[in-house]
């Protein structure tokens, strides 16, 4: 039975040389892009891989890109949440959504809960959440999360960074701690992407090969097995910042991020 490992945005920057290494690795990839021609292009240039597709921006198509995952026979044992944009205008979704948010951080919510079934039935399975040191300058703005009154686009990206933390911690807390589905979420590093030069153009980024390595280490590090909800840089354990680490305020968000995607929390 084939391994399957998902890697969202990986038609580009770390997404797809993640799923380069992984593929190196032996697990066939199912190579995520937000349209059918984008992940075919993809999917060629990686050992093996499958294209999958869905614009995250629009729930229903997560909802299908769940369902393509579905159809592919095969144990589901890793899930990389790592797509994501940086937007220094506001741009909302058809159902008015603010974009960063709902790419960065709805869009994960809804796959992982859609995909948990399949990941439950692999003896082991992990969830990986890619987030960034930029989660340490977030907030969540609770009574207004689609920034509709003030609106930033570092303060967005931030806050769905931030999401990205309190979101595995969240997960990890209702899955419990002898689960066979663990989740982790990461820093890649400051690296030399379409997303770095749009969102942070004065700064100088590291290869991609540097950038995978972090994504990689959560979703098959043996030393890795059984920690779960934590947060990793340089292929290391590091500190949340203290917001991420305020188990009141996961809670809260995430059957608020639940409410938003219109899928049943987990009990907790
Ligand atoms: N680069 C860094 O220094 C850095 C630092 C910290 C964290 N990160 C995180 O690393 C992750 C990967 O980013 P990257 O730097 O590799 O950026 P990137 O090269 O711009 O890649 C982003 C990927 O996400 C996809 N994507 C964006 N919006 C989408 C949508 N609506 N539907 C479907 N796919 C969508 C992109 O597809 P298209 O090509 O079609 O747009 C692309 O495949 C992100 O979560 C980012 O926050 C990056």
């Known amino acids: 039975?084939?391994?399957?490992?998902?890697?969202?945005?990986?038609?580009?920057?770390?997404?797809?040389?993640?799923?380069?290494?992984?593929?190196?690795?032996?697990?066939?990839?199912?190579?995520?892009?937000?349209?059918?021609?984008?992940?075919?292009?993809?999917?060629?240039?990686?050992?093996?891989?499958?294209?999958?597709?869905?614009?995250?921006?629009?729930?229903?198509?997560?909802?299908?890109l769940a369902a393509q995952v579905e159809r592919e026979e095969g144990t589901l044992a890793v899930l990389i949440n790592n797509a994501g944009v940086f937007l220094h205008e506001r741009k909302t979704t058809a159902d008015g959504r603010e974009l960063t948010l709902a790419v960065n951080h709805d869009a994960p919510v809804l796959l992982t809960h859609l995909l948990l079934p399949r990941l439950r039935k692999a003896a082991r399975a992990r969830v990986v959440n890619v987030s960034s040191i930029a989660h340490?300058?977030?907030t969540v703005a609770l009574d207004d999360l689609d920034l509709s009154g003030?609106?930033?686009?570092?303060?967005?990206?931030?806050?769905?960074?931030?999401?990205?933390?309190?979101f595995t911690r969240e997960l990890a807390r209702r899955l419990g701690p002898s689960s066979t589905v663990t989740t982790y979420a990461l820093h890649p590093g400051v690296i030399n992407t379409k997303l770095l030069r749009t969102g942070f153009s004065a700064m100088a980024?590291?290869?991609?090969?540097?950038?995978?390595?972090?994504?990689?280490?959560?979703?098959?590090?043996?030393?890795?097995?059984?920690?779960?909800?934590?947060?990793?840089?340089?292929?290391?354990?590091?500190?949340?910042?203290?917001?991420?680490?305020?188990?009141?305020?996961?809670?809260?968000?995430?059957?608020?991020?639940?409410?938003?995607?219109?899928?049943?929390?987990?009990?907790?």
């Open 1 to 64: 039975m084939r391994t399957l490992n998902l890697v969202t945005g990986a038609t580009d920057g770390i997404g797809l040389e993640t799923a380069r290494q992984l593929s190196s690795l032996g697990a066939t990839v199912l190579v995520h892009g937000r349209s059918e021609a984008k992940a075919r292009t993809a999917a060629a240039q990686v050992k093996g891989a499958v294209p999958v597709w869905a614009d995250l921006a629009d729930l229903a198509q997560v909802r299908s």
């Open 136 to 138: 340490s300058r977030g």
């Open 150 to 166: 003030h609106f930033d686009g570092y303060t967005a990206y931030a806050q769905s960074k931030l999401a990205n933390v309190l």
């Open 205 to 268: 980024g590291a290869s991609l090969a540097d950038g995978a390595k972090t994504s990689v280490f959560c979703a098959t590090a043996p030393e890795l097995e059984g920690q779960t909800g934590l947060y990793y840089a340089a292929q290391r354990e590091m500190g949340a910042s203290r917001v991420a680490q305020d188990d009141a305020l996961c809670a809260k968000f995430y059957l608020l991020s639940c409410q938003r995607v219109g899928v049943t929390p987990l009990p907790g």
